[in-house]
């Protein structure tokens, strides 16, 4: 299975969740290459549905999927809430061995929250667009190969290399459909001032990403969206019904915006997935 097959799958079903979740995670283990539950462990001591758990309070439960040192994983239905569905895994978690990654699910969302020992949980968002993307993929073959290498005591170094080459590939793009180098150098200040803003407090966690998962379903939607945000950062104002603080400074007057194209919106949507308060300034 390929992620556009996934992908045109699992945005079409309206299944509940017991009738959807272990097709689900079948499909998510074909789209990785990873061996699925019943072939990887026929004893299901170290991979399998259904984990028998104990709640912190003693209740007795489950959760839907489980591989031992991994993830624990949790469903929820389509557009459910998954702020419960985390709860109720998190209430799990010292019984499930307490794995690395808590990992919860709607079938069109996968949040994965990091629960390494003795750091800050880190979320990672992955959309079913998110899939069909190189760094999307990247993520969610870490949850079933990898799982250390989303802890999130990554060095800054990494991760600024990483939203580096990103912001850098998007400005040769630029370049070689003639855009001039000083609107794009600009423009790009911009965008990169959002993505640290968004990540430090100064715009709500999860703005910039739905501005960019909207320009993911139609590119002419970016530019007067941006264009919005912009005059809101350079006055204070409204960006619908989310009001944002005016930011001293010079880099939202007179703000122009540049059109992207769809592959230049999915290098900026990757280096925005990154944590820019572990950003090195100098990027």
């Known amino acids: 299975m390929n992620a556009q097959e996934f992908i045109g799958k699992w945005r079409q079903t309206e299944l509940r969740e017991r009738q959807a979740c272990q097709e689900h995670f079948l499909d998510l283990c074909e789209l990785v290459g990873h061996p699925k539950p019943a072939a990887f462990d026929p004893t299901g001591e170290r991979f399998c549905f259904e984990r028998g758990a104990k709640k912190l309070g003693g209740e007795e439960g489950w959760a839907d999927v489980w591989r031992k040192d991994h993830f624990g994983w949790e469903y929820k239905g389509k557009r459910k809430d998954l702020k419960a569905a985390y709860k109720q895994l998190n209430d799990y978690r010292e019984d499930l061995e307490n794995p690395p990654l808590l990992v919860v699910c709607d079938m069109e969302r996968i949040e994965i929250h990091t ?121 204070g104002g409204f960006f619908g019904s989310e009001e944002i603080k005016r930011f001293n400074g010079n880099l939202f007057n007179d703000a122009a915006v540049l059109d992207l194209r769809p592959n230049e919106i999915a290098l900026l949507d990757a280096a925005a997935k990154a944590d820019w308060s572990d950003v090195e300034p100098a990027v």
């Open 115 to 235: 629960n390494f020992t003795n750091t800050d949980s880190q979320v990672y968002d992955l959309s079913l667009d998110d899939l069909a993307t190189p760094a999307g993929m990247r993520t969610l073959r870490a949850v079933f190969f990898d799982p250390e290498s989303l802890r999130p005591t990554r060095q800054r170094v990494e991760i600024t290399k990483e939203v580096a080459r990103n912001v850098g590939e998007l400005a040769q793009a630029l370049r070689l459909r003639g855009v001039d180098p000083h609107d794009a150098a600009r423009f790009l200040d911009r965008l990169v001032f959002c993505m640290f803003a968004e990540d430090v407090g100064l715009l709500r966690k999860g703005l910039f990403g739905e501005v960019l998962a909207n320009a993911r379903q139609d590119p002419k939607r970016l530019r007067p969206m941006l264009s919005t945000l912009f005059d809101a950062m350079a006055s």
